[in-house]
């Protein structure tokens, strides 16, 4: 009988020891979170900002409140201006889905409506593959590009990323996006 008495008894400290390590780590990572959100936002606004500034040259971004986007990838729209108030472009931040995930990048447009740059802010594409879509080498084939763009896989002039036709044809599905965005809706 006391056997049988132990063993509800062992269970319930079971239980609440259990609950006590959940309940730390749980409030340990809600304090890490907290102590490293402002920053970690911080520094993707630190990195977002550059590559803005390397897709399209100009002295102030205005985020545009109001732009059509029928592919659900441009995330927002910036019109660059100079200082003196000249029209430079347009940079959007686009994000499409790769092999890997999200791939989180910036565009820029010229003001004749031609891709100015791109450049890759975030991604989580398999290294050596579709990482390769960071390379300057894929990404400039891009620039000076207008209209609905293509793989060469699918008929385009695009050349995809050996073994990541995926990620390359995501890059280009968020180029299209951006094109489309600022090309024809930007109010």
Known sequence: MTESAKKPASMARLVIVLFVVTAVVALLL?????????????????????????????????????????SGLVKSVYEAKNSDGTFVGYVAEVSPSGFGGAINMVVGVDAYG??????IVKMTETSGLGANASNTSFREQYIGKTGTLAVDKDGGEIVALTGATVTSRAVTDGVNAVLAAVNGGVA
């Not at 031609?114 to 450049?119: A, D, E, Q, R, T």
């Open 114 to 119: 031609n891709v100015s740059g791109i450049s």
């Open 30 to 70: 809600g304090m890490v979170d907290f102590i490293t959100r402002d920053k970690i936002a911080a520094n993707i606004k630190a990195k977002t900002d550059a590559a803005m500034s390397a897709v399209i040259s100009a002295d102030e971004y205005i985020q545009l409140d109001s732009f059509t986007d029928n």
